[in-house]
């Protein structure tokens, strides 16, 4: 069985929205960060699925974000199909947004996560930054140049 890394295609689309469905609660797109996601085209270079056989089994979508005047990319969401959790397919997804992101300009990386899972890839938690409610403030978590950026995260319709 072989995995292999793709950048996500318009085609694929469907395919991953039904893995997000399967893996996450329904009304998950009612969640704070689907808010900041509407209506703002993903950074498709950054969104990745894992294919094995032809089958969809990770996938992992980016979305720009502001926090004030700066810019960061929204990681999530991020899906392991339940018959693949724990073979280290989500942290093949993750490490390849962090390897490419900067080489695309992005300087930071912004989440919503647990902080215990998200900490082994340098994630931490962002006391100055601010998600939408009802997000859990413990939650929110930023990877790479976090200097000087303070606020509430609004939508990014560059």
């Keep these: 069985m072989t995995d292999v890394i793709a950048q996500e295609t318009p ?84 490490g390849r947004v962090l390897r490419e992101a900067p080489g695309l300009g992005w300087e930071r990386i912004l989440l919503v996560g647990d902080a215990p899972y998200y900490g082994r890839f340098g994630f931490t938690k962002l006391d100055d930054v601010v998600m939408p409610p009802p997000t859990n403030p413990d939650r929110v978590l930023g990877w790479g140049d976090w200097a000087g950026i303070a606020g509430e995260v609004t939508r990014d319709s560059d």
Excluded at 39 to 52: F, K, S
Excluded at 54 to 74: E, K
């Design 11 to 94: 085609a694929d689309w469907w395919e991953v929205e039904a893995l997000y469905d399967l893996c996450f609660a329904p009304g998950r797109t009612a969640l704070s960060s689907y808010r900041l996601r509407e209506e703002v085209p993903m950074v498709a270079e950054l969104c990745y699925l894992i294919r094995t056989e032809g089958a969809v089994h990770g996938a992992v979508r980016n979305w720009p974000v502001r926090i004030g005047d700066a810019r960061s990319l929204l990681l999530g969401p991020i899906a392991i199909h339940p018959t693949r959790q724990g073979e280290g397919l989500g942290a093949a997804l993750m």
